[in-house]
Every structure is written in C-alpha cells, then in structure tokens.
C-alpha cells in the first residue's frame, strides 16, 4: 500500500491567501514619532518657564564605497587602493652612455679643480693682505714708541748725567725750577764739601743757571726748611707712566731698506771703506737698528728700563735717608757720605 505523505495530508493553502489572512502591510509599518512642539509659555507673575526642542537623531548613512560582505577586505591587511608594484628590471648600459658620462665627469673634474685653484689664489692674496696689516699696524706702532720716547729724552733728560730723569728733584729754593735726578744732584751738591771740616764754605748754585741755594747752617739741629732739594713729583709721575707704556709694548722689526751690492763697497771686500760699516748694511739700516735697540732697551727686561728702575731705586733711598737725618747730621756724616758717592 503506498505510503500517503504529511503533505497531502495537511489542507492546503495558498501563500497568497496567508497573505490576505494576515493584517495589510500598511498596519505592520512602524509609523513616525511625532514630533514634539515645545508647550506654550508658562507665564507667571514673575518667572518665565521655556522648555528646549527636543534635538533630532539621524541615522549615520551608510558609505557605498564599503562591502561588508566581501571576504577579501575583511580577511587582508594591505589597503584595497594600493597599486601593485612590479620589480624593476636591469637595463643594460650602452658604450655610448658610458662615454657621455665619462666626458660629463672629466668636465666636472676640470671645473672642479679651476674652482680649487681660485680658492688657493684667493686664500694666498687674503694672506698676503693680512701680512701687510700686520706689518702697517707694527710700523704704526714703532713710530708712536718711538714719538714718546723722543718726547721723553727731550722734555725729561738730566742735565747732569744727559740720560732720563731717575726720581726728580728740584733744588729748594725754587728761584730757577731746574730738576735732575735724585743721585745726580746729590753728587753734585757733595762735591762742593770740604772734606778736612766738613762744611760749605762756599756758595752752591744750581749746575745750569747758577742760582743760589740755601746755605747749610753748621749748628745742630738743623731746620727742616734748610734742606736744599724739593721732589718733583709731577716730572716723577709722567716718566714712570712714559716707562711703563714703552714697557708694556709688543716687540716687532722695523723697515729694513734694500740695498745694492755695488753701493759704496769695493769689489770683494768685506767692510764699507766710506763709513766702516760690514758689507750689506746701509746708513738707513743702521740707524733703524739704534732705534730699534732703543726701544728694545725699555722694553720689558731691557737694559736701559734695568738701570733706570735701579738708579730710581738708589736715588729714592738716598734722599729719604738724607732727610729723615737732616736735622742731627754732624760734619763727619757729611764727609762720610761725600766718600760714599766717590766725589
């Protein structure tokens, strides 16, 4: 007996009539809320009440560039846009190219080194400039030392001893207002001692316009406005600030001027015959040399600023030692002190 099916057996019914069994579609569609109009405004006596709209919400539209249902994009991590990029090939390179860079780099090596030579040309005049600076400022300033120190030996010179005033004095009274150094002045002030009695029985003058000094008187003590010398601190400080300054400058050659082999010389020989000076050296050479061995003497351990501190010393000592003993020396110390400076 054949076997009946489930499906003959239930009634059957058309899906178009399920449709018309269920509720129209128009019911089953949600419908918009509506909206919300803000109260009218609730007026009081004294307060004004306001209710705020309330604010729409949208739904964020939905990107058509994106698939959500494709695998690809969900399952890789490289970008969709990114192009594909293919190994580049080698390419051979032709004789010709080689030649055309081989000419290109020859002419950049070329131009690279006239490029250096300028720069070596340029650097060699720079220094060439420099030197002449240096040279022009050097002479600058052995012509400034060598004004003050003209200035100095004229306006500042012994005239006893025909050098730089070593601490000045000048005689007391002051009637001529000529100045020597402290050693200088003292020799001559003892020299004119008697040296069996010990006293001046003779007038002192000043060296150089034969004022009158004040006479020493023989009784003890003595009154310090008989002491016969004055400081002359004025004339002091400005040769100890013309010293220092030479002092403190920097040594440097001066001009040296060219001269010729055959210029008052004999053939052959090694001495000037005209001036007895060495073969190679003019008269300008020479007195360019004086003067800077000048300058080279009051410079820094120099000779010449040596022996001038030395007799600024000697002299400081003697005349302080001289005055502070003025008023009680005895015809004995005088002579004792006129042998001291051998006079």
Not at 215 to 241: G, M, Q, W, Y
Not at 264 to 271: N, Q, V
Request: with cysteine; net charge positive.
């Amino acid at each position: 007996m054949p076997r009946t099916s489930s499906s003959s057996t239930r009634p059957t019914t058309r899906r178009s009539s399920r449709i018309s069994n269920q509720r129209p579609y128009s019911a089953t569609v949600r419908q918009p809320r509506p909206r919300l109009t803000p109260p009218p405004e609730i007026k009081s006596n004294t307060v004004v009440v306001e209710i705020p709209q309330r604010a729409k919400r949208g739904r964020k539209p939905l990107d058509p560039s994106s698939s959500l249902n494709d695998s690809n994009s969900l399952c890789t991590s490289e970008p969709l846009d990114k192009p594909k990029t293919h190994p580049r090939r080698s390419t051979r390179i032709t004789p010709s190219e080689l030649v055309r860079r081989e000419s290109a780099l020859e002419i950049r090596e070329a131009e690279c080194s006239r490029r250096a030579a300028e720069l070596e040309e340029h650097s060699l005049s720079l220094s060439k400039k420099e030197d002449e600076a240096s040279t022009l400022l050097s002479q600058i300033a052995i012509r400034e030392d060598k004004a003050i120190l003209s200035q100095l030996e004229e306006h500042f010179t012994c005239a006893l001893c025909y050098e730089v005033m070593a601490q000045p004095y000048s005689l007391n009274p002051g009637q001529c207002g000529h100045t020597f150094c402290a050693l200088c002045i003292l020799r001559h002030f003892f020299s004119r001692l008697h040296k069996a009695c010990g006293g001046w029985h003779e007038s002192v003058d000043c060296p150089m316009c034969r004022s009158l000094l004040v006479i020493t008187p023989d009784r003890v003590p003595r009154l310090d406005i008989t002491f016969p010398f004055v400081p002359n601190r004025t004339a002091a400080a400005v040769c100890e600030s013309i010293i220092e300054k030479l002092s403190r400058s920097s040594p440097s050659s001066g001009l040296v001027v060219k001269r010729e082999e055959s210029e008052s010389t004999w053939p052959g020989s090694e001495w000037d015959m005209e001036w007895g000076r060495k073969k190679g050296k003019s008269k300008e050479e020479e007195e360019i040399e004086e003067e800077n061995a000048d300058l080279a003497g009051w410079r820094e351990g120099g000779n010449l600023r040596t022996e001038w501190l030395k007799k600024d010393r000697e002299g400081k000592k003697e005349m302080l030692h001289l005055l502070k003993y003025w008023t009680t020396m005895r015809s004995q110390d005088f002579v004792d002190l006129k042998q001291k400076f051998g006079v």
